[in-house]
């Protein structure tokens, strides 16, 4: 149900959850990716209005990339609805079986990183 991938929203996540300015390079650093990779999603996101390259107002070579309100707007929704998605596992769970189901996560985690 997504309008964007997975890997679109995670750069917005860092650009709508962590103090700026952004840059490709930072992000790509932050997502344990490539500089291409990041810019390839972030032309995505530009293509559909979600994110805005800005020149830096102390380097004019360099561009800080920022959301707009349409992305922060995205964002806000689709956290929503993964909010309420977690909300509804934990329910049919039971706490102590989701706190179980968030540690094994978590455990998986740190072996695939």
Same mark, same amino acid.
Do not use: W
């Given at each position: 149900?997504?309008?964007?991938?997975?890997?679109? $929203?995670?750069?917005?996540?860092?650009?709508?959850?962590?103090?700026?300015?952004?840059? #490709?390079?930072?992000?790509?650093?932050?997502?344990?990716?490539?500089?291409?990779?990041?810019?390839?999603?972030?032309?995505?996101?530009?293509?559909?209005?979600?994110?805005?390259?800005? #020149?830096?107002?102390?380097?004019?070579?360099?561009? $800080?990339?920022?959301?707009? %309100?349409?992305?922060?707007?995205?964002?806000?929704?689709?956290?929503?609805?993964?909010?309420?998605?977690?909300?509804?596992?934990?329910?049919?769970?039971?706490? %102590?079986?989701?706190?179980?189901?968030?540690?094994?996560?978590?455990?998986?985690?740190?072996?695939?990183?």
């Amino acid at each position: 149900d997504m309008p964007i991938r997975n890997s679109q $929203y995670a750069v917005l996540n860092i650009m709508c959850t962590m103090p700026g300015p952004h840059v #490709p390079v930072g992000l790509a650093e932050i997502l344990g990716v490539s500089k291409a990779m990041v810019s390839a999603h972030l032309a995505a996101l530009m293509e559909r209005g979600l994110v805005v390259r800005v #020149p830096s107002p102390e380097d004019g070579r360099s561009v $800080y990339v920022m959301p707009t %309100k349409r992305g922060k707007d995205l964002f806000n929704k689709i956290a929503r609805a993964n909010n309420e998605k977690l909300n509804l596992i934990k329910t049919q769970l039971g706490a %102590k079986k989701f706190d179980a189901f968030v540690k094994l996560i978590a455990q998986v985690n740190q072996i695939i990183d």
